[in-house]
């Protein structure tokens, strides 16, 4: 009895598997980059926007570390351990904030909070519920703000930690 109707797969010649042993792929592309090297502008401008967003954050975090030293009034190794960690804490309390924010999950109680002090003025909100979702939906923050903030709060942690442990009575 012959078997007519079903082919196995083995048996199937196709232009997928290579019969000969040998595989050719073609390279055109090494990962992102194009044939000729150069970066295309979408890449070098997302490029440009993290360093520029680094480098912001960089500055937001001296900031910071000067308002703390003067804050406390305290230069000592203490008192810059304790600016260092409330450089952590704030850096990744803001880049938690803009996770939860494109994650819709702080959306209800935003929304709520929005109506009620609309309505207490007398206002209406101008959208419902589900287009608020939707508009943060389509206009999410790009990830590599709360990327960067994220990274710059693990960096500042090293010499916090570092810091905290030669304090330390």
């Known amino acids: 009895m ?53 480098i912001i954050m960089f500055i937001i975090s001296a900031a910071i570390f000067v308002f703390a030293l003067i804050w406390q009034d305290d230069t000592s190794l203490m008192g810059i351990c304790n600016a260092l960690w409330l450089i952590v804490i ?37 959208s419902d519920y589900y287009t608020y979702i939707k508009t943060k939906e389509d206009n999410p923050i790009p990830k590599y703000y709360y990327w960067v903030c994220f990274i710059g709060s693990f960096i500042s942690a090293i010499p916090a930690t570092i810091l905290l442990f030669i304090v330390r009575p």
């Open 2 to 54: 012959k078997n007519d109707k079903f082919k196995f797969v083995n048996d199937i010649e196709s232009d997928i598997v290579d019969q000969s042993g040998k595989s050719e792929v073609k390279k055109e592309f090494i990962g992102e980059q194009p044939k000729n090297g150069f970066i295309d502008e979408d890449e070098r401008s997302k490029r440009i926007e993290v360093i520029r967003m680094a």
């Open 90 to 126: 704030m850096e990744f309390f803001i880049g938690w904030m803009m996770l939860m924010n494109n994650m819709n999950i702080l959306s209800p109680f935003v929304f709520g909070a929005k109506t009620f002090a609309k309505m207490l003025v007398g206002k209406r909100m101008n």
